[in-house]
């Protein structure tokens, strides 16, 4: 099964950026879309943004024009930058295939507050 390893979170003010790394155990990424989650307390886990083989993205209304999803398919890699960012952005992010077929890895925390 492959595993799927989160980084990059942590504590900003509102209006700051960080990015978000995703690392893939296996080549999954090649053969599928690939999609950043988030999970606010208390409220179920949402699709932020996704990101197909062929490098086509989609995002939630929510964060259109403050993130970006890309992806390194020779790296196994996705990432997320998010700018401009929120206190309603706060959550624990994941990342998964879309739909989500793999184990959900252990996310990282975001915390947006000043």
């Known amino acids: 099964q492959a595993q799927l390893v989160v980084s990059g979170g942590g504590l900003v003010q509102p209006g700051g950026s960080l990015r978000l790394s995703c690392a893939a155990s296996v080549s999954i990424f090649r053969l599928k879309t690939m999609g950043w989650y988030r999970q606010a307390p208390g409220k179920q886990r949402d699709l932020v943004a996704h990101?197909?083989?062929?490098?086509?993205?989609n995002y939630a209304d929510s964060v259109k024009g403050r993130f970006t999803i890309s992806r390194d398919n020779a790296k196994n890699m996705v990432y997320l930058q998010m700018n401009s960012l929120k206190p309603e952005d706060t959550a624990v992010y994941y990342c998964n295939t879309l739909p989500a077929d793999l184990l959900w890895g252990q996310g990282t925390q975001v915390s947006v507050t000043s």
């Open positions: 990101i197909t083989i062929s490098g086509i993205t």
